[in-house]
């Protein structure tokens, strides 16, 4: 194994050819790129991770990998139609601890997703009367938007805080787009981060000034990086969202993106291990 260092003291490692990253905010391991990962380079990661005491094993894998995966004894958690240049990802999760993989608040998230499902498709871009205007994101906007994460989230899954991280994936790695007022005031934002790779685009930190709720804010943002990401090539769009929240999981569902699972405490944000729903879109038809 080799390795490299990361923001917030994580660190990557390559096993063969395979990349890692530890992740210690997030208490697990995401296997960032693999080429045919063999059941042994698996089983070596495993003890790795419990060696670190860390509480997942992440991967979004292929068809070709993904026996390999299930001998080692990890379970698919869920499924990301079309991220590989529209080939299928299969969503595997290996858990060290076994109360890493038990649900928390198991009805309330499943009342939450049942009504998403029941505004599927019902999205309409309405930008009558709006008192605010959709942009992308420029390097004099990162301090404001870290001002409205920090009003938001007590704490997160990425480094959504810090100026550098930001500023080294501003619109490179990562397309971000904001709402502002008519006084200038950063009120909305979303991004889309990147993989040109595979043509696919996670649509992720999405956020609301808690003033300004309800009004479609976000709504109109997501179409605006979807327009953008169709023009660019990109084939699917996928999501991330946390299950015990309402409101971007029916954003997602008007939007029309699909339902494909649950990641079971996967990121810790807002002080606590949650559950992320899987939502994933094909943009070839919009």
Same mark, same amino acid.
């Given at each position: 194994?080799s390795?490299?260092?990361c923001?917030?003291?994580?660190?990557y490692?390559?096993?063969?050819?395979?990349?890692?990253?530890?992740?210690?905010?997030?208490?697990?391991?995401?296997?960032i790129?693999?080429?045919?990962?063999?059941?042994? &380079?698996?089983?070596?990661?495993?003890?790795?991770?419990?060696?670190q005491?860390?509480g997942?094993i992440?991967?979004?894998?292929?068809?070709?990998?993904?026996?390999?995966?299930?001998?080692?004894?990890?379970?698919?958690?869920?499924?990301?139609?079309?991220?590989?240049?529209?080939e299928?990802?299969?969503?595997?999760?290996?858990?060290?601890?076994?109360?890493?993989?038990?649900?928390?608040?198991?009805? %309330?998230?499943?009342?939450?997703?049942?009504?998403?499902l029941?505004?599927k498709?019902?999205?309409?871009?309405?930008?009558a009367?709006?008192?605010?205007?959709?942009?992308?994101?420029?390097?004099?906007d990162?301090?404001?938007?870290?001002k409205?994460?920090?009003?938001?989230?007590?704490?997160?899954?990425?480094?959504?805080?810090?100026?550098?991280?930001?500023r080294s994936?501003?619109?490179?790695?990562?397309?971000?787009?904001v709402?502002?007022d008519?006084?200038?005031?950063?009120i909305g934002?979303?991004s889309?981060?990147?993989?040109?790779?595979?043509?696919?685009?996670?649509?992720? &930190?999405?956020?609301?000034?808690?003033h300004?709720?309800?009004?479609?804010i976000?709504s109109?943002?997501?179409?605006?990086?979807e327009?953008?990401l169709?023009?660019?090539?990109?084939?699917?769009?996928?999501?991330?969202?946390?299950?015990?929240?309402?409101?971007?999981n029916f954003?997602?569902?008007?939007?029309?993106?699909t339902?494909r699972?649950?990641?079971?405490?996967?990121?810790?944000?807002?002080g606590?291990?949650?559950?992320? &729903?899987?939502?994933? %879109?094909?943009?070839?038809?919009?």
């Amino acid at each position: 194994m080799s390795t490299s260092s990361c923001q917030l003291n994580n660190y990557y490692i390559k096993i063969g050819k395979d990349k890692i990253c530890v992740d210690y905010v997030n208490s697990c391991v995401k296997i960032i790129k693999f080429h045919n990962m063999s059941f042994q &380079n698996i089983k070596r990661l495993i003890h790795f991770v419990s060696k670190q005491r860390l509480g997942k094993i992440i991967c979004n894998c292929d068809i070709e990998c993904l026996d390999n995966f299930i001998k080692a004894g990890f379970q698919m958690e869920g499924k990301i139609d079309g991220y590989f240049k529209g080939e299928d990802a299969f969503c595997m999760s290996y858990f060290i601890f076994k109360n890493r993989k038990s649900y928390n608040e198991h009805s %309330k998230e499943d009342l939450i997703l049942r009504q998403s499902l029941n505004k599927k498709d019902t999205f309409n871009y309405n930008d009558a009367n709006l008192n605010y205007h959709i942009r992308n994101a420029s390097e004099s906007d990162i301090k404001d938007m870290i001002k409205l994460f920090f009003r938001v989230f007590p704490t997160y899954s990425s480094e959504i805080f810090s100026e550098d991280y930001l500023r080294s994936t501003l619109n490179k790695k990562v397309l971000y787009k904001v709402a502002v007022d008519n006084d200038g005031r950063i009120i909305g934002t979303a991004s889309a981060d990147l993989d040109r790779e595979n043509l696919n685009a996670e649509i992720t &930190n999405c956020v609301t000034h808690p003033h300004y709720r309800n009004k479609g804010i976000l709504s109109n943002i997501i179409y605006s990086l979807e327009l953008d990401l169709k023009n660019m090539g990109f084939i699917t769009l996928y999501s991330l969202s946390r299950a015990i929240h309402p409101g971007i999981n029916f954003v997602l569902s008007k939007h029309g993106y699909t339902f494909r699972g649950i990641l079971v405490n996967n990121c810790n944000i807002c002080g606590a291990f949650e559950d992320m &729903n899987i939502w994933v %879109k094909n943009i070839n038809n919009i």
